[in-house]
């Protein structure tokens, strides 16, 4: 399967845990995003990262959220210190970086905090 | 603030039928819109786009319009599918900016057999 790979696909977690979502562009993508979906809403832009760095984060709460997108390995979302605000689908994209190229998503990470 | 906009949050159509998706936006920005498809427990799939110096563009069962002086767009599925039933999203990017894509909540489609 040469699609965005997201995992894991549910994570519960407690009031004040971190959760830590992973997301493998496809193959020959270099920049990836981060979407945020809460229920009966549409898609809310979070991150854009590309190798090393990131580009744009003007979508992340600006407390307990990070992401990165490393040399070697999956790019990364990071939630410390949990709240049930936080439950929603968290879903990745991945482009290669050409103009206007559609960016392709994975099936979402589901979180959900009790 | 709602910068795409999908006023209906849901449509039911009959098969065989055409259904037509609607979609406003306030950023005279905005040069490029797409729609996405989505079904439960699934991430979002791009079906068709269109970009600002075009005003119709068409791909099999699916043709989207865009009226500019309007800001609005529309997808049109001829004839609908029961397999066409899913959650569509229309898109937005800016002009000159990256691929950062601003959705509209979506549209519940139905296709009744």
């Known amino acids: 399967n040469a699609g965005v790979m997201q995992n894991p696909r549910h994570l519960v977690r407690r009031r004040g845990q971190e959760a830590r979502l992973r997301c493998s562009p496809m193959?020959?993508?270099?920049?990836v995003y981060w979407y945020r979906q809460l229920p009966e809403e549409g898609l809310k832009f979070m991150v854009y990262l590309q190798k090393e760095n990131i580009i744009d984060e003007s979508g992340m709460p600006k407390e307990r959220f990070s992401a990165e997108f490393p040399k070697e390995g999956p790019s990364i979302l990071r939630i410390q210190q949990v709240v049930r605000g936080d439950s929603a689908a968290y879903f990745c994209?991945?482009?290669?970086?050409?103009?206007?190229?559609?960016?392709?998503f994975g099936n979402g990470t589901r979180l959900t905090v009790t | 603030d709602q910068q795409v906009k999908q006023n209906s949050p849901s449509l039911s159509v009959q098969e065989g039928r055409i259904s037509i998706l609607n979609c406003d936006y306030t950023?005279?920005?905005?040069?490029?819109f797409l729609w996405y498809k989505k079904y439960p427990a699934e991430g979002p799939t791009f079906l068709i786009s269109i970009s600002s110096i075009k005003d119709k563009n068409e791909d099999g069962r699916f043709t989207v319009f865009l009226n500019k002086s309007a800001k609005h767009l529309s997808l049109h599925i001829v004839p609908s599918q029961p397999g066409d039933s899913a959650v569509y999203f229309c898109?937005?990017?800016?002009?000159?900016?990256?691929?950062?894509?601003?959705f509209g909540k979506g549209t519940k489609l139905t296709v009744n057999p």
């Open positions: 193959k020959g993508h270099s920049h």
């Open positions: 950023n005279s920005m905005f040069d490029y």
């Open positions: 898109a937005a990017v800016l002009q000159g900016g990256s691929e950062k894509l601003v």
């Open positions: 994209a991945s482009s290669p970086g050409t103009t206007y190229s559609p960016l392709h």
